[in-house]
C-alpha cells in the first residue's frame, strides 16, 4: 500500500513563496508519474502539475505556469512542488497523487490517479 504524506503548507502574502514536499512509502515511487492538485472551498479538485518517472515529462495547468516548479527525488521517494509569485487565488488545500498506470500520456485528471495524500493547506493573503 501507498502512502503519501505533504508538507510544506502556511500562510504566506502575495508574491512570497512555498515549498510543497511529498513523502512516498510503499509501492514502487520510480515508477508512478506523481501529480499535484489544489481544492479550493466550493469548487472541485483541479490539476495543478505533473511529473513522470524519469522526470523529464512535465506538464503544468496554465493558471501556475511559470510560477510553479515539479520535480522528484526517486532516491528519496519525494516528490516537490515550489511555488513563487503566489496569488490569493492559489489559496487551497494541495494534494500529492500517485499515478501506478504506464499511461502512453501524462494523467492530467484526478480519477487517473490511484493514491493520494491527506493534503496541506496554502492560504495566500493580500
Known amino acids: 500500500q501507498v502512502q503519501l504524506v505533504e508538507s510544506g503548507g502556511g500562510l504566506v502574502q502575495a508574491g512570497g513563496s512555498l515549498r510543497l514536499s511529498c513523502a512516498a512509502s510503499?509501492?514502487?515511487?520510480?515508477?508512478?508519474?506523481m501529480g499535484w492538485f489544489r481544492q479550493a472551498p466550493g469548487k472541485e479538485r483541479e490539476f495543478v502539475a505533473a511529473i513522470r518517472w524519469s522526470g523529464v515529462t512535465l506538464y503544468y495547468v496554465d493558471s501556475v505556469k511559470g510560477r510553479f516548479t515539479i520535480s522528484r527525488d526517486n532516491a528519496a521517494n519525494a516528490v516537490f512542488l515550489q511555488m513563487n509569485s503566489l496569488k490569493p487565488e492559489d489559496t487551497a488545500v494541495y494534494y500529492c497523487?500517485?499515478?501506478?498506470?504506464?499511461?502512453?500520456?501524462?494523467?492530467?485528471?484526478?480519477?487517473?490517479?490511484?493514491?493520494w495524500g491527506q493534503g496541506t493547506q496554502v492560504t495566500v493573503s493580500s
Open positions: 497523487a500517485a499515478d501506478s498506470g504506464q499511461k502512453p500520456t501524462i494523467a492530467k485528471n484526478a480519477h487517473e490517479y490511484d493514491y
Open positions: 510503499g509501492g514502487s515511487f520510480r515508477r508512478y508519474t
